[in-house]
C-alpha cells in the first residue's frame, strides 16, 4: 500500500440501504478526514479524526457515522442511504499538529443512491 | 467563519497562454494557504501552498503569493499546456481551535491545442 487507499472504487445503492466505505492510510499519520465533493460546491468536510480514538463533526454530518479504531482505517458509514447522498467520497489525511500540512487525498468512492 | 472564494470556472485557454485563477480568503488569524489540483478521475494532491504573508509557493510553473493585504492567494501560470486540464481547488488552513482545511468551489481549466 502506498499513501491512502478506498473502496469500493463505486456502488450502487439502493435508498434505505446501510454502506460503509473504508479507508485506509499507511503513512501513520495522525488526522483524517472525510469530504464528499459536488458540483459547484467543492470539497465539504463531513467527519475528521485529529488522532486514533477520537472523532469531529464537519460541515455536513447528518446521516453519516465514522470511527478511529487505530491510526491507519477511517470508516465512514451511511446508516440508512438517501438519493442526497450521492456524490463522490474522498478520504484524506494529514500529519496534524503543526500548521502548513499537506493533505493526501485518495482516489475517491463515487456513490450512487437511488 | 472562515471561508474561501475563487473564480468560477470553466476558464478555457489555449495552449501557452496565460493563467490567473482568483483566489480570496476570509480568517482569524494568519492561515496557511494552499492550491490543490484535481485531474480526470483521481483524488487531490498538492499544487503548491505559502504559509506566511508574502511567501510565494511555486510547481510545474506555477506560482500564487500570500497577500496579506488583499487576502488573495491567485495562481498564475506564465504558458498554460493541455495536460494543465483539471480542477483547481484554493484552500485555507486555519491556526485557531485546530488546523482544518476550507476549500473553495474549486476553478475547472481546459487547455485547447
Known amino acids: 500500500i502506498a499513501g491512502i487507499t478506498q473502496a469500493p472504487t463505486s456502488q450502487i445503492l439502493a435508498a434505505g440501504r446501510r454502506m460503509t466505505l473504508r479507508c485506509t492510510q499507511d503513512m501513520r499519520h495522525n488526522a483524517m478526514y472525510w469530504y464528499r465533493q459536488d458540483l459547484g460546491l467543492g470539497l465539504r468536510l463531513i467527519h475528521y479524526s485529529n488522532t486514533a480514538g477520537t472523532t469531529g463533526k464537519g460541515e455536513v454530518p447528518d446521516g453519516y457515522s465514522v470511527s478511529r479504531a487505530n491510526t491507519d482505517d477511517f470508516p465512514l458509514t451511511l446508516a440508512s442511504a438517501v438519493p442526497s447522498q450521492t456524490s463522490v467520497y474522498f478520504c484524506?489525511?494529514?500529519?496534524?499538529?503543526?500548521?502548513?500540512?499537506?493533505?493526501?487525498f485518495g482516489p475517491g468512492t463515487r456513490l450512487t443512491v437511488l | 467563519g472562515n471561508s474561501v472564494t475563487q473564480m468560477e470556472g470553466p476558464v478555457t485557454l489555449s495552449e501557452e497562454a496565460f493563467l490567473t485563477i482568483n483566489c480570496t480568503y476570509t480568517?482569524?488569524?494568519?492561515?496557511?494557504l494552499f492550491w490543490y489540483v484535481q485531474y480526470p478521475g483521481e483524488g487531490l494532491q498538492l499544487l503548491l501552498k505559502?504559509?506566511?504573508?508574502?511567501d510565494k509557493g511555486s510547481n510545474k510553473g506555477f506560482e500564487a503569493t500570500y497577500r496579506k493585504e488583499t487576502t488573495s492567494f491567485h495562481l498564475e501560470k506564465g504558458s498554460v499546456q493541455v495536460s494543465d486540464s483539471a480542477v483547481y481547488f484554493c484552500a485555507s488552513e486555519g491556526n485557531t481551535g485546530g488546523f482544518k482545511t476550507i476549500f473553495g468551489a474549486g476553478t475547472r481549466l481546459f487547455v485547447k491545442a
Open positions: 480568517a482569524t488569524g494568519y492561515p496557511s
Open positions: 505559502a504559509t506566511k504573508a508574502d
Open positions: 484524506a489525511s494529514s500529519d496534524s499538529g503543526r500548521g502548513g500540512n499537506e493533505q493526501f
